[in-house]
């Protein structure tokens, strides 16, 4: 493959993976939402989307009248995409580097400070006066924990408030680091490695291959 083609598609997914990695061999569990969790991965692949799908299917006349720009309306089409699919998806919350077990105990003190009617059935909790019903789904290998919304009808306010509540309780908390993670970071970093050694080993074609990208 062109080392600039390699260099555009793996670089972002290597990044996302260093990120990841150094999540997972951080001391405490690392809480965020499902629509970044989501648009950290649509990011990730954006590389793959310019040398794939992108560049197979990019219209030659947009490309003759817009010229290099054509990449920028192309990126911002896919953020759109990827932006509709945020939107639509129902609250959910993701806890990096914990188990189901040492999760539990601090959701149920935020869902006592937050809704003293929540009940609890198994891994999933009914708060009545926030508009709240949630699982928790674990998965093992990586060591996180999704909270997902059952049901369509959310408060999302009240998923706002739980996510600030949970958020500042976990920070209280500490874990062990996942080997998870460092089998991430030393992927990511053999990524970039291999890149960059492609690139000096033939920085020519590399910038071939960009003039041909920016010139139509």
């Given amino acids: 493959m062109n080392p600039l ?33 989501s648009y950290a991965l649509g990011v990730a692949v954006v590389g793959l989307m310019i040398a794939g799908p992108m560049k197979l ?8 009248l817009f010229g290099p720009y054509i990449w920028l309306l192309m990126l911002s089409l896919y953020f759109l995409a990827v932006t509709f699919w945020v939107l639509m998806e129902k609250p959910r919350l ?25 009940r609890w059935s198994g891994d999933a909790i009914l708060f009545p006066t926030l508009g709240i019903h949630l699982v928790l789904e674990e998965s093992t290998a990586m060591r996180n924990v999704q909270i997902n919304s059952v049901g369509s009808r959310q408060d999302f306010l009240s998923w706002r408030r739980l996510e600030l509540a949970l958020g500042g309780a976990l920070r209280r908390e500490t874990t062990t680091p996942n ?15 291999v890149v960059f050694l492609q690139l000096l080993r033939r920085p020519d074609l590399a910038a071939l291959e960009w003039r041909e990208l920016m010139m139509f």
Avoid: W
């Avoid at 299917?57 to 003759?64: G, K, Q, S």
């Avoid at 914990?98 to 009617?117: C, G, H, Y």
């Fill in 5 to 37: 083609h390699l260099c555009i598609a793996l670089c972002p997914l290597a990044a996302y993976m260093f990120l990841l990695g150094a999540i997972n061999l951080s001391r405490r569990p690392f809480l965020t939402t499902g629509g970044r969790d």
């Fill in 57 to 64: 299917f990019l219209p030659d006349n947009a490309a003759a």
């Fill in 94 to 118: 993701v806890v990096f580097n914990s188990t189901i077990d040492q999760l539990k105990p601090v959701l149920r003190r935020v869902a006592n400070e937050l809704d003293p009617e929540a």
């Fill in 179 to 193: 080997p998870y993670g460092g089998i991430l970071l030393t992927i990511a970093v053999s990524i970039t490695v």
